[in-house]
């Protein structure tokens, strides 16, 4: 900020000088003011991002320090859990008998379930209540997100936890549509060359890596 308060106080420092050795003309003063009003906007754009950068960095240190938040102990409301699912989202079958009844299938994403037993704070049977089950899903949406997911989600639905049993559903975030725009002066990409450069397609579930491995193997 003392560099941009500098930056600006130099440019008006110049403007003045240059006021004070040019004789004064219609033309001359407009073009002053001109330039007067372009160094207020570009100071202001300049503090405008610093704000910017500053809140952004503040968001990533609270993030930081809630994902190292400790799974709670002794919550005052918890239930007994001996079981801890993970499973994929199915949307609701219109014949909600036949839906109670169908067996709750393991996530693809089961792996992710390792995640919550990473900061040795937590182990089963535990008593869970609602600021351990966001611990949990914290842990099991970071870690997707570090492996490329980032726009697989983890949520709780509804459910009686009297059972034993916490399900935690996942909704994948798949790839809705791939296009590619050629801006080349002579374009030469069709639908092959992204078949040949993009290793996923649509209805895959998007993985932010093979988005870069995509966009590098267009090069």
Do not use: H
Request: glycine share 6%; net charge neutral; aromatic share 6%.
């Amino acid at each position: 900020m003392k560099n941009l308060s500098r930056s600006f106080l130099s440019s008006l420092l110049f403007i003045s000088s240059f006021a004070l050795a040019a004789p004064s003309s219609p033309n001359a003063n407009v073009e002053k003011q001109i330039d007067a009003k372009q160094q207020r906007q570009q100071a202001e754009q300049d503090a405008a991002i610093l704000a910017q950068q500053t809140q952004s960095a503040n968001v990533r240190l609270e993030g930081e320090k809630e994902a190292s938040r400790g799974f709670p102990q002794n919550e005052a409301q918890c239930f007994p859990i001996n079981q801890l699912v993970l499973t994929d989202y199915q949307a609701e079958e219109e014949n909600s008998s036949a839906s109670s009844l169908k067996l709750i299938q393991p996530s693809q994403f089961s792996w992710a379930l390792k995640s919550v037993y990473a900061e040795r704070d937590f182990a089963l049977p535990a008593c869970i209540g609602s600021e351990g089950i966001n611990v949990l899903l914290r842990r099991i949406q970071n870690r997707l997100i570090d492996l490329g997911y980032v726009t697989t989600r983890v949520v709780v639905e509804p459910q009686d936890l009297r059972s034993g049993m916490l399900v935690l559903t996942v909704i994948p975030g798949k790839v809705g549509r791939i296009q590619l725009q050629d801006q080349s002066a002579i374009p030469f990409a069709t639908r092959g060359t992204l078949w040949f450069a993009m290793p996923m397609a649509q209805g895959d579930i998007l993985n932010i890596r093979n988005i870069e491995q995509g966009l590098e193997n267009l090069k």
